[in-house]
């Protein structure tokens, strides 16, 4: 009985882990949907365990849901558990069909995210949300975040690039080959930039840029990757 139990545990433990077994922060997901009075659906991961690098990410998460479901004064915006996120962007609904009743459209807003990486050493989770409120479209974007396994605070783009300079060069000759040649409809300067956006998956280092970072809405999103195998000479991890 015991040696069944124990192979329970490992099984649980399998399910929730992933990619890389060596990685100390284990994950599950937080699940919540509405469909009243606006839609509203959210899944992201939540490390499990209240240890500090678990409870960092889960911060740093809850934190990303309520500033994308949040609506009006930006320097208002405050961590809070998704479900009362989702309570406010209701609220705030409900505050928009009193002041507009003959209104025909319902709020909507999807916001998911997965790890794309983990390793001893960085955890990757892509975001991809979309939040209609009105006008023409809504507006879709994808946020990777990397943190720092061992404490679980993101790291920005300069701790994770140990040489900066040449990884530069590799990534603007990618964007030349992957975006410039393509003939992708870009705003007029079409010069070299690093993304807001870098993310990492098995296979290398993603590039992302979202709607008007480099071209217009009807552009989409931009995104290309290099393998580990052109700059993992070049980064810190």
Request: aromatic share 14%; with cysteine; hydrophobic share 40%.
């Amino acid at each position: 009985m015991k040696f069944k139990a124990l192979t329970i545990a490992l099984l649980v433990i399998l399910v929730f882990s992933c990619k890389n077994e060596n990685s100390s922060v284990v994950f599950s997901e937080i699940s919540e949907s509405v469909d009243d009075p606006s839609y509203v659906t959210i899944k992201i991961p939540f490390a499990e365990g209240d240890d500090e690098a678990s409870l960092q990410i889960n911060q740093t998460l809850e934190t990303f849901v309520s500033i994308i479901l949040h609506i009006g004064d930006p320097d208002q915006v405050y961590t809070m558990p998704v479900k009362e996120s989702i309570s406010d962007f209701n609220n705030e609904y409900a505050t928009f069909i009193t002041d507009f009743p003959d209104s025909p459209m319902k709020w909507e807003a999807d916001i998911e995210g997965e790890i794309s990486y983990q390793s001893p050493t960085l955890i990757c989770i892509s975001v991809d949300s979309y939040v209609f409120t009105g006008g023409a479209h809504g507006m879709s974007s994808i946020t990777f975040f990397n943190f720092d396994p061992q404490t679980g605070r993101p790291m920005e783009q300069n701790e994770l690039i140990s040489d900066q300079e040449n990884f530069k060069k590799v990534a603007e000759a990618y964007f030349q080959k992957e975006v410039i040649e393509t003939d992708k409809i870009l705003f007029e300067d079409t010069s070299f930039v690093m993304p807001e956006n870098m993310g990492f998956d098995d296979q290398g280092v993603i590039f992302l840029y979202n709607p008007y970072e480099i071209g217009p809405y009807a552009t989409g999103m931009i995104e290309f990757r290099i393998p580990y195998e052109e700059v993992k000479s070049f980064l810190a991890f």
